[in-house]
């Protein structure tokens, strides 16, 4: 039946939920396969390349991942409410975050600040932006709507907005987020039709639409082009995006008892049908799979709150403030939700100031959070809480707890095998770290991510970064103390230590392959020529210490110089820390009234601490000009408001870098052990191993992964499951067999795998920029190996089991004779 006009058209499409809807309703106005782009078809109507480019798809299809596409979506329902603020004859705002504290109220993000203490849900802003799930057609992927009650879009306005690529119409614009024009439609990609809508909010009676989808292009084209539906406007032919008069609130979804859902009074709606969204389509829930716990991540610290509702099988509504918050709540009060009963802040480390290499002032903020989630236990222990074996699960990726966020967007991410090569192995699977990068000039951002946000940039300012974070890493005693703690735990539960002999044949087998003797972790071996630079190891500095007394601003009568002492002595490429205690109050800092400087300038600012409870700390690092030898004096001063200073200085001098004469080597033999395990009897050990295949995995799946190599303390340990399939098949068949075969058997499969995964996990370093997609590629690796050496390992013990009935008849023979 055919659409009458253009009203009719809008109330069909906003009652689809599925592709083959979109796709019977286009047909219904006379849409067919074989349309090129701005051909006529039915009542005037055409499909106009998106972006107003034909070649559009290299662009589009930049987005690799569909939930980080999905969140630029909500990056732009946030601008738009923003801009719904925006009255002529105002100041406006230099960042996204003054304007939401200038126009809504939002705390600014800061190391005791930000959504968290915002009671956004008396004013309604967290019903403002909604992502709504709806049943497809396909479970895997289901029709996702982004909708918020913004300034809206007018129909004149859609081509050179939301349906435009590379737009400059926000690049200007400093108090909005998105910059670069080309996020949003990203998720078009994923997707096989999308329906926009939107109501202007100074035309609140216009309803401005249109549908995307690709078009597959005759042999002229060497691509398909993504378009969009539009009219031709009388003689000239001019094209427009279809619009109708609308009054009253526009319905876009069917009443559900006791769920509030979105409507369209102004603002924008953009509905992906059939959305692809790859592991992410499970019920709403903290723990991974499902875009509650994904968008927790991406947007870790958005500006604004919204809502997820899903209206698949189960219908509920569920409110995202980010993981920064949900930490921060944990932080600083008793977790009101349920979700987070479990957990609990083992250690926070307050925001720290980062100086970007090339800039002056401090602006990436630094901090992190070390958090233990408790979940029931299973089988002897379902009444007892056990810890998660990866906490981090609940608010980041497991494998990328380090995280790079702008105005709160995730925009990168790195592994966990830098704090495993900080000897933090077992903390990282809770540890959470964020860099926050809103303050940091265009530069600083350019140079640090990526133009999709799918990835942090490799160079000076990220090495430069990670220098900082090292230190604060390595001086932090809580951490060291977590680890112990950790490792004690899994030391308690090994009741099993390896056969003298497989150590033996394994140690044998490393020392073949270059390892060096020694009972110490992998490190350089001493010798040859190579000058390397080697990191001083120092005594942990930071512990949290109890706040100092403080007066009321603006007395003062304290301002001392108590790190270091009596002198700094600082190698070239190195970073040292000055600390000052006073009995100000923090408004001085707030206020710009308390400086740093060095005399002559052989040193710059790294990084910065605020003063909070009487301390203020600084990091200074050698300038590109420094000399060995140079010395002056660091300098620390206070201002009173009438003009006069508290001051106090140290002494400085600057020594040759630290190095050491060595070569590069396999590394030495580590300490190690080669367990069995299986996950009904040791969850825990076998969730250090395969965190993903813990909890309630699906034990077909955990009976496909043979070994795996992790660190524990100063040591390693190779844990193996007893359940993998062809293993556990040999071992049934050859204890009713033969149990010296079956001795033999296990004695031999231990070899050969321990000393496999030591010398995988050796390099594992090499694969840190890779990790994510390497490590299924090693476990594929484990699995063939482990399957060879059930083959192998049997073959062995037969042939020594046949030597030793060799010797037995022998001896009997020679004493027979």
């Not at 932080?331 to 349920?338: E, I, V, Y």
């Not at 408790?374 to 002897?380: A, L, N, Q, S, V």
């Not at 946000?453 to 951490?479: A, C, F, I, T, Y």
């Not at 044998?508 to 490190?523: C, N, R, Y």
Request: proline share 6%; net charge negative.
């Amino acid at each position: 039946m055919a659409i009458p006009d253009l009203g009719a058209l809008l109330s069909c499409l906003v009652a689809t939920t599925s592709t083959i809807e979109v796709r019977e309703v286009l047909k219904q106005i006379g849409d067919r396969s074989e349309l090129g782009l701005d051909e006529p078809f039915g009542a005037d109507f055409r499909w106009h390349a998106f972006g107003d480019n034909p070649s559009n798809l290299s662009t589009i299809g930049l987005g690799t991942k569909p939930g980080r596409s999905l969140t630029e979506r909500l990056t732009n329902a946030m601008d738009a409410l923003l801009e719904d603020r925006v009255s002529p004859g105002i100041s406006l705002p230099n960042s996204p975050r003054l304007a939401a504290l200038q126009w809504f109220g939002r705390p600014v993000s800061g190391p005791d600040n930000g959504l968290f203490k915002w009671s956004y849900s008396a004013e309604g802003i967290d019903r403002r932006i909604d992502v709504v799930l709806q049943l497809s057609g396909d479970e895997n992927a289901p029709t996702v709507d982004v909708v918020d009650d913004g300034i809206g879009i007018e129909a004149e306005a859609l081509p050179t907005t939301i349906l435009s690529l590379h737009g400059h119409n926000k690049i200007t614009k400093r108090y909005l987020i998105g910059a670069f024009g080309q996020g949003g439609s990203s998720t078009l990609g994923f997707s096989e039709f999308a329906l926009i809508l939107s109501r202007n909010k100074a035309k609140p009676t216009e309803v401005a639409f249109t549908v995307i989808r690709v078009l597959n292009l005759n042999e002229t084209y060497k691509e398909d082009s993504y378009a969009y539906l539009c009219l031709a406007r009388g003689d000239s032919g001019e094209i427009c995006v279809p619009k109708v008069q609308y009054s009253g609130e526009l319905v876009l979804y069917s009443p559900r008892e006791g769920l509030r859902l979105p409507s369209l009074n102004n603002g924008t709606l953009v509905r992906h049908y059939g959305y692809k969204l790859d592991r992410l389509t499970g019920t709403l829930a903290p723990s991974p799979g499902n875009l509650y716990h994904y968008l927790h991540a991406s947007m870790f610290d958005p500006l604004f709150p919204f809502r997820i509702i899903d209206l698949r099988s189960q219908e509920r509504s569920e409110v995202v403030t980010g993981s920064r918050n949900r930490l921060m709540k944990l932080t600083t009060r008793q977790p009101d939700s349920s979700e987070e009963s479990g957990s609990e802040i083992r250690h926070y480390r307050e925001m720290e100031y980062v100086v970007p290499l090339g800039e002056e002032d401090a602006a990436i903020g630094v901090e992190y959070w070390v958090v233990f989630n408790y979940r029931k236990g299973r089988g002897p222990k379902k009444d007892q809480l056990v810890l998660r074996s990866q906490s981090n699960e609940l608010y980041v990726h497991p494998s990328h707890p380090i995280i790079g966020t702008l105005n709160g967007q995730n925009q990168g991410e790195l592994t966990a095998q830098f704090l495993r090569d900080l000897g933090l192995g077992l903390t990282s699977r809770h540890m959470v770290v964020h860099f926050d990068t809103s303050n940091a000039s265009s530069r600083v951002r350019r140079q640090l991510f990526s133009t999709n946000r799918e990835g942090l940039k490799d160079g000076p300012v990220l090495s430069h970064l990670l220098q900082v974070l090292r230190k604060m890493l390595e001086e932090d005693q809580n951490l060291a103390a977590i680890e112990r703690e950790l490792t004690e735990k899994i030391a308690q539960r090994e009741t099993q230590s390896t056969n003298d002999e497989v150590k033996r044949q394994v140690t044998k087998l490393l020392l073949d392959a270059g390892f060096q003797v020694s009972k110490e972790g992998p490190a350089f071996a001493p010798g040859g020529q190579d000058k390397q630079p080697i990191r001083q190891q120092r005594a942990g500095k930071h512990v949290r210490p109890d706040p100092l007394p403080t007066l009321p601003f603006p007395q003062v009568t304290r301002f001392e110089i108590v790190v270091p002492k009596p002198r700094l002595d600082i190698n070239l490429g190195d970073i040292e820390v000055v600390m000052v205690e006073t009995d100000a109050d923090a408004e001085y800092d707030r206020r710009g009234l308390v400086a740093i400087r060095v005399e002559p300038p052989a040193l710059e600012l790294a990084a910065k601490s605020p003063l909070r409870g009487g301390r203020i700390r600084w990091r200074l690092r050698t300038t590109e000009n420094a000399k060995v030898g140079s010395t002056g004096n660091v300098v620390v001063t206070m201002t009173r408001p009438d003009g006069t200073q508290l001051s106090d200085r140290v002494e400085f001098e600057v020594h040759p870098a630290v190095e050491d004469t060595s070569k590069k080597s396999r590394g030495q033999v580590p300490p190690f052990e080669i367990i069995p395990i299986n996950p009904e009897d040791d969850p825990d050990r076998w969730g250090v191993a395969w965190p993903d295949l813990s909890e309630d995995a699906d034990p077909a799946q955990q009976r496909l992964v043979a070994y795996k190599a992790a660190k524990v303390g100063s040591g390693i340990t190779v844990y193996y499951s007893t359940i993998f399939s062809p293993f556990a098949a040999e071992t049934e068949r050859l204890k009713s067999l033969s149990p010296v075969l079956h001795d033999l058997f296990r004695t031999n499969y231990e070899i050969w795998i321990g000393y496999h995964a030591i010398l995988q996990e050796n390099n594992r370093a090499a694969l840190t920029a890779e990790l994510e997609t390497a490590e299924p590629i090693l476990e594929a690796e484990r699995v063939h190996v482990a399957q060879m050496q059930v083959k192998q390992a049997l073959r062995t013990a037969e042939l020594m089991r046949r030597l030793m009935r060799q010797d037995e008849l022998s001896s009997e023979t020679d004493a027979n004779s």
